[in-house]
Protein backbone atom coordinates (compact mmCIF):
# COMPACT_ATOMS: atom_id res chain seq x y z
CA UNK A 1 0.00 0.00 0.00
CA UNK A 2 1.06 3.48 -0.38
CA UNK A 3 1.42 5.98 2.65
CA UNK A 4 2.15 9.53 2.51
CA UNK A 5 2.71 11.43 5.36
CA UNK A 6 3.84 14.86 6.51
CA UNK A 7 7.00 14.01 8.47
CA UNK A 8 8.96 16.91 10.64
CA UNK A 9 7.49 19.48 7.35
CA UNK A 10 8.39 17.45 4.62
CA UNK A 11 5.55 15.05 2.61
CA UNK A 12 7.15 12.01 1.89
CA UNK A 13 5.67 8.62 0.94
CA UNK A 14 6.42 4.59 0.52
CA UNK A 15 4.77 1.77 -0.61
CA UNK A 16 5.10 -0.54 2.63
CA UNK A 17 3.35 -4.11 3.34
CA UNK A 18 -0.48 -3.58 5.33
CA UNK A 19 1.44 -4.93 8.52
CA UNK A 20 4.15 -2.01 8.56
CA UNK A 21 4.14 -0.46 11.35
CA UNK A 22 4.69 3.89 11.67
CA UNK A 23 8.09 2.99 13.24
CA UNK A 24 9.34 0.98 10.58
CA UNK A 25 8.42 3.60 8.28
CA UNK A 26 10.06 6.07 10.02
CA UNK A 27 13.27 4.06 10.88
CA UNK A 28 13.66 2.16 7.38
CA UNK A 29 11.71 3.80 4.82
CA UNK A 30 12.27 7.40 5.55
CA UNK A 31 15.84 6.49 7.37
CA UNK A 32 14.75 8.61 10.62
CA UNK A 33 16.21 6.57 13.35
CA UNK A 34 15.94 9.05 16.41
CA UNK A 35 12.88 6.79 17.67
CA UNK A 36 13.90 4.33 19.06
CA UNK A 37 12.76 0.34 18.62
CA UNK A 38 12.93 -0.86 22.50
CA UNK A 39 10.17 -3.46 23.30
CA UNK A 40 7.83 -3.07 20.15
CA UNK A 41 4.96 -3.72 21.96
CA UNK A 42 3.79 -0.38 23.28
CA UNK A 43 5.72 -0.84 27.04
CA UNK A 44 8.91 1.17 26.59
CA UNK A 45 7.86 4.34 24.90
CA UNK A 46 11.30 4.67 23.16
CA UNK A 47 9.26 4.97 20.00
CA UNK A 48 7.44 8.06 20.84
CA UNK A 49 6.42 10.35 17.86
CA UNK A 50 3.99 13.23 17.59
CA UNK A 51 0.87 12.46 15.62
CA UNK A 52 -1.14 15.65 14.82
CA UNK A 53 -0.69 16.88 17.84
CA UNK A 54 -0.79 13.76 20.18
CA UNK A 55 2.07 11.41 21.39
CA UNK A 56 2.01 7.91 20.03
CA UNK A 57 4.02 4.72 20.43
CA UNK A 58 5.18 4.66 16.89
CA UNK A 59 5.20 0.97 17.11
CA UNK A 60 1.61 0.47 17.89
CA UNK A 61 0.39 2.36 15.11
CA UNK A 62 0.38 1.08 11.49
CA UNK A 63 1.79 3.31 8.78
CA UNK A 64 -1.47 3.08 7.23
CA UNK A 65 -2.80 4.13 9.93
CA UNK A 66 -0.89 7.52 9.93
CA UNK A 67 -1.69 8.28 6.08
CA UNK A 68 -2.21 11.71 5.27
CA UNK A 69 -1.08 12.76 9.14
CA UNK A 70 1.33 15.37 9.89
CA UNK A 71 4.30 13.21 12.20
CA UNK A 72 7.10 14.93 14.08
CA UNK A 73 10.09 13.24 15.12
CA UNK A 74 12.97 14.04 17.31
CA UNK A 75 14.92 14.83 14.25
CA UNK A 76 12.48 17.80 13.27
CA UNK A 77 12.67 19.21 16.44
CA UNK A 78 16.17 21.47 16.22
CA UNK A 79 15.72 24.61 13.94
CA UNK A 80 18.33 26.85 12.22
CA UNK A 81 19.04 28.69 15.47
CA UNK A 82 19.42 25.79 17.31
CA UNK A 83 18.69 22.86 19.37
CA UNK A 84 14.94 22.75 20.80
CA UNK A 85 15.13 23.55 24.75
CA UNK A 86 13.96 20.31 25.63
CA UNK A 87 17.40 18.90 23.87
CA UNK A 88 19.71 22.08 25.29
CA UNK A 89 18.22 21.26 28.66
CA UNK A 90 18.23 17.37 28.77
CA UNK A 91 21.85 17.55 27.25
CA UNK A 92 23.40 20.30 29.66
CA UNK A 93 21.82 19.18 33.00
CA UNK A 94 22.58 15.51 31.94
CA UNK A 95 18.99 14.79 32.01
CA UNK A 96 19.81 11.44 29.74
CA UNK A 97 21.84 9.12 30.74
CA UNK A 98 22.36 5.96 27.85
CA UNK A 99 20.05 8.25 26.19
CA UNK A 100 18.41 5.47 24.56
CA UNK A 101 14.97 6.80 25.99
CA UNK A 102 15.99 9.93 25.16
CA UNK A 103 13.87 11.03 22.12
CA UNK A 104 11.08 9.41 23.64
CA UNK A 105 10.89 10.86 26.46
CA UNK A 106 11.76 14.48 24.83
CA UNK A 107 8.84 14.00 22.26
CA UNK A 108 6.09 13.23 25.23
CA UNK A 109 7.50 16.23 26.89
CA UNK A 110 7.32 18.36 23.57
CA UNK A 111 3.43 17.26 23.09
CA UNK A 112 2.83 17.92 26.62
CA UNK A 113 4.51 21.24 26.80
CA UNK A 114 2.54 21.85 23.51
CA UNK A 115 -0.73 21.56 25.57
CA UNK A 116 0.12 22.39 28.69
CA UNK A 117 2.51 25.57 28.43
CA UNK A 118 3.57 25.68 32.32
CA UNK A 119 2.94 21.73 33.85
CA UNK A 120 2.79 20.65 37.08
CA UNK A 121 5.43 17.85 38.35
CA UNK A 122 2.40 15.69 38.77
CA UNK A 123 1.27 16.42 34.74
CA UNK A 124 5.12 15.65 33.85
CA UNK A 125 5.10 12.72 35.29
CA UNK A 126 1.66 11.67 33.86
CA UNK A 127 3.23 12.72 30.54
CA UNK A 128 6.35 10.60 30.95
CA UNK A 129 4.93 7.23 32.42
CA UNK A 130 4.95 5.58 29.74
CA UNK A 131 8.60 6.15 28.93
CA UNK A 132 10.53 3.81 30.41
CA UNK A 133 14.40 4.90 31.73
CA UNK A 134 16.51 1.78 32.84
CA UNK A 135 19.04 4.21 34.23
CA UNK A 136 16.32 5.75 36.69
CA UNK A 137 17.14 9.35 35.89
CA UNK A 138 13.18 10.92 36.38
CA UNK A 139 13.86 13.45 38.90
CA UNK A 140 16.21 15.34 36.46
CA UNK A 141 14.31 14.90 33.36
CA UNK A 142 11.24 15.91 35.59
CA UNK A 143 13.38 19.41 36.26
CA UNK A 144 14.62 19.49 32.81
CA UNK A 145 10.62 19.83 31.46
CA UNK A 146 10.05 22.68 33.99
CA UNK A 147 13.23 24.73 32.99
CA UNK A 148 12.47 23.96 29.25
CA UNK A 149 9.16 25.15 29.86
CA UNK A 150 10.17 28.25 31.63
CA UNK A 151 12.52 28.91 28.46
CA UNK A 152 9.79 28.69 26.13
CA UNK A 153 7.71 31.11 27.70
CA UNK A 154 10.49 33.69 28.43
CA UNK A 155 10.66 33.42 24.57
CA UNK A 156 7.37 33.67 23.91
CA UNK A 157 6.19 36.55 25.90
FE1 LIG B 1 7.25 1.20 21.08
FE2 LIG B 1 8.57 0.20 23.21
S1 LIG B 1 9.23 0.29 21.12
S2 LIG B 1 6.69 1.28 23.18
Do not use: W
Not at 13 to 39: D, N
Not at 65 to 86: C, F, K, S, W, Y
Not at 88 to 96: C, I, M, S
Amino acid sequence: MNVTITVNGEVRSASVPPETTLLVLLREHFLLTGAKTGCDVGDCGACTVIVDGKAVNACLMLAGQADGRTVTTIEGLATREGLHPLQKVFEETGALQCGFCGPGVIMSSKALLDEIPNPTTAEIRNALAGNLCRCTGYQKMIEGVHEAAEMLQSTTT
